[in-house]
């Protein structure tokens, strides 16, 4: 459990909006701003000082390497966190009005709360040559209209050559991230790109290469 008092974050501009038209709190409505045709114009989402933030969750992590073989070695390795609660409390005109964001992307500021994310990483090692492929997978979440974003999953291949060259101090690395080109889902309450940039990937596949050298 993570428990923040005090603590300054935006407010969620839909939920602004809902405590404004469905509860008809003062703060909620005195945040947006309005055209003389009556049209919403602004919801202020700026940083203030909240009642505070919950969060509660559980990690597991599991390693395993085989003994070394004529092959060389292979390993596993799994990461995965599951999401209970993710709690922020905003002041209302009377008290504090607290949302569970479990499960559920708020759009603006983009931030989505799955409640499971998981990493698995598949490797071989000779020595010489090492390869990996890196599964990245994200739970689906819902926005505030119901609509949801699908289930997600990325993968991250990596070849690193180190040929024993200038007493082993030259690797080269070439690996592409998101090699199925698996674009993100759309996210309709989102601002800017229309997806969550801070839970998932650009669009598009990202190559790299890598010459390092060890001291």
């Known amino acids: 459990d993570i428990k923040v008092d005090d603590a300054i974050a935006a407010t969620d501009a839909t939920l602004t909006l809902s405590r404004c038209s469905q509860a ?3 703060l909620s409505c005195a945040a947006i701003s309005r055209t003389p045709n009556g049209i919403i114009s602004r ?3 700026q940083l203030q000082n909240i009642g505070g933030i919950r969060t509660r969750g559980v990690d597991v ?5 085989s003994p070394q073989t004529s092959a060389g070695t292979f390993g596993l390795s799994l ?3 599951i999401l209970l609660k993710y709690a922020e409390s905003f002041p209302a005109t009377v008290g504090f009005t607290t949302t569970n964001y479990q499960g559920t992307t708020r759009g603006s500021p983009e931030q989505s709360y799955p409640k499971f994310k998981g990493n698995a990483v598949v490797d ?3 020595g010489m040559a090492r390869a990996s492929f890196t599964g990245r997978y994200i739970k689906s979440v819902k926005e505030a209209d119901g609509k949801t974003l699908d289930n997600t999953f990325y993968g991250d291949v ?6 024993g060259w200038l ?4 690797g080269l690395t070439i690996g592409v991230n998101n090699v199925f080109n698996q674009d993100p889902p759309a996210c309709f309450s989102c601002t800017g790109p229309n997806y969550d940039p801070s839970t998932y990937d650009v669009p598009g596949q990202f ?3 890598r010459l390092s050298w060890g001291l």
């Open 79 to 81: 990461n995965g966190n």
């Open 61 to 65: 992590t599991a390693v395993y390497r």
């Open 207 to 209: 190559g790299y290469i």
């Open 43 to 45: 919801i202020n989402a």
């Open 158 to 163: 990596q070849v690193t050559l180190a040929p």
């Open 167 to 170: 007493e082993n101090r030259l």
């Open 124 to 126: 071989w090692d000779i």
């Open 24 to 26: 008809a709190d003062a």
